[in-house]
């Protein structure tokens, strides 16, 4: 339980450290191309969730987050401690710490701090907790949906 803290800790610390250098540096440029025709980084202050949703309900957004946030750590204590939801575990962490730092984001600016922005495509600017919480869902789907496997139940004969 410890290591999945300390984890969350730091991908939280490496987040905020990202999105300090987009405000102190990037905000007041706008943008700059990093990799023509494919990725810039643009300042963005997102006052919603994903693609702008919920824009300017900042207390919802933290309602949901906070409920979400306690239900997965109920569900992460609750995991069997064994081996094969060790992944599951860390896919839980990912998402968790894109959550809450994102969180910290609206809680202490009004705003999550987004800042890369593909521009080979038509995409939402996105930061590093964006993509904790994209690749953790994403594993945490692929390990429900073909790892994870539930114990057939014996049928009780009367």
Sequence with gaps: MWIAVIVA???IGVDQLTK???????KPVGSITFLEGFMDFTFV??????????????WFILLLTGIIV????YYFIRL???REYRWVRSAMVLVLAGALGNMI????????????????FDWPVFNVA???VVVGVILLAIL???VIKDEPKEKKED
């Design 9 to 11: 800790a730091l991908l």
């Design 20 to 26: 300090y250098l987009a405000l102190t540096s990037l």
């Design 45 to 58: 202050e997102n006052r919603g969730v994903a693609f702008g949703m919920f824009s300017g309900q900042k």
């Design 70 to 73: 306690a239900v997965m750590v």
């Design 80 to 82: 069997p401690h064994t």
């Design 105 to 120: 984001d609206r809680i202490f600016r009004g705003y999550v701090v987004d800042f890369f922005e593909f521009t080979f």
């Design 130 to 132: 964006d993509i904790y």
């Design 144 to 146: 429900i949906l073909f």
